[in-house]
């Protein structure tokens, strides 16, 4: 800024002389380039010519006083370097972008370096996490930051920011009846010495509630009758809300399952044989079971995928922010308050599948 400035002033005394006796004042212009230029040979009489940022606000602000046509013989440069130190130093006149960075100007506040700190330790602590995943958290923690402002922070600091990845199909249907919709769906578990268990799940689209109905290494149709109807008794009245089920057409879904339901006046949904995008809510917590859970650990037996099932649906219920539900929780219904003050507040993290999931809250 000061550069303009002093170019800008430079430019008005030397047009003075250029009105009054533009003849002499040009020659006189080109006597002051040739001496300014054997200054500069003389200050470096070895290695190459370099031309110092007070060189070119010197020829830059003469070249106004020498006919454009003298130029090639008057300067040491070419015309068009002088005319691109002329626009360099025009562009400084009218740059505000240092302007804006200053308490009390416009433009967008800069983020606290405190929560750019957070983000880096969170993106550290889960290699998992993507820019969204991140922002969801934040939010959960009382920080109001856009997942494009996170983006940014990981990107320059090299950290892979994990793109968006697109919703389901079948958009319609879901998103009108989202709130009176239920799911269900079997994930298979290959344990430690290669066997199988099945766990049959359940979740809710409006709440994004997710049921661990029961894990077993035979599903047969009466187990699934009978995981039927702890989930009604666990829902209770909850179960007026839910209008449709949605399930496949595997076998172990018989009558007596659709019946469990229809006793709540609950209509069964079938979906196309080899579709399972028309379940795709379900298909997805699936594949965050998979991705957050299953693929980390050594199950052992049937009961230590319950337990860790279960384990994974209390954080799942209780912490895990959702991008349908405005990063809250299925269990949550605001968002808390934001800290006042971010250095004074400690973060405590809590793990749990033995660290497997990490859960972040500030210390009362």
């Not at 013989?73 to 400084?92: D, G, M, N, Q, S």
């Not at 993106?123 to 996490?129: D, I, L, T």
């Not at 209008?243 to 469990?260: N, P, Q």
Request: with cysteine; glycine share 6%.
């Amino acid at each position: 800024m000061l550069v303009s400035l002093v170019y800008h002033v430079a430019r008005k005394l030397l047009s003075v002389p250029a009105v009054l006796l533009r003849r002499r004042a040009a020659k006189d212009a080109e006597l002051l380039v040739l001496r300014h230029e054997n200054a500069v040979l003389r200050r470096q009489l070895k290695g190459l010519v370099r031309y110092a940022p007070a060189d070119q606000l010197w020829f830059a602000a003469l070249s106004a006083l020498i006919p454009r046509r003298r130029w090639a013989r008057v300067f040491p440069v070419t015309p068009a370097t002088v005319l691109a130190w002329h626009r360099r130093l025009i562009a400084r006149k009218w740059d505000y972008s240092k302007r804006r960075s200053r308490p009390g100007r416009p433009g967008r506040p800069p983020t606290a370096s405190v929560v750019k700190a957070l983000v880096m330790r969170l993106a550290r602590e889960n290699p998992r996490w993507g820019c969204r995943r991140i922002q969801g958290e934040l939010v959960r923690l009382g920080h109001s930051i856009g997942a494009t402002t996170v983006w940014e922070i990981l990107t320059a600091a090299g950290i892979d920011p994990a793109p968006r990845r697109g919703g389901p199909t079948w958009h319609e249907f879901l998103t009108a009846q989202a709130e009176g919709i239920i799911a269900c769906d079997f994930v298979h578990i290959d344990l430690v010495d290669l066997r199988r268990v099945y766990a049959l799940v359940f979740l809710e689209h409006g709440t994004r509630r997710l049921h661990i109905a029961g894990v077993t290494a035979h599903p047969t149709g009466p187990w699934t009758v009978q995981q039927a109807r702890n989930l009604a008794i666990e829902l209770g009245v909850r179960a007026d809300s839910l209008r449709f089920l949605l399930r496949d057409r595997d076998a172990k879904y018989t009558e007596s399952f659709d019946a469990v339901f229809a006793a709540d006046d609950i209509e069964v949904v079938r979906t196309a044989p080899r579709a399972p995008r028309m379940n795709a809510h379900c298909e997805r917590v699936i594949g965050t079971l998979r991705r957050e859970v299953l693929d980390h650990l050594l199950i052992c037996s049937e009961a230590h995928a319950r337990r860790a099932l279960e384990a994974y649906a209390r954080h799942y219920n209780r912490h895990r922010p959702h991008q349908a539900r405005g990063q809250l929780p299925p269990l949550a219904h605001k968002h808390p308050a934001p800290p006042t003050d971010l250095a004074a507040r400690r973060l405590l993290r809590t793990r749990a599948l033995g660290g497997v999931i990490n859960e972040y809250g500030y210390a009362a």
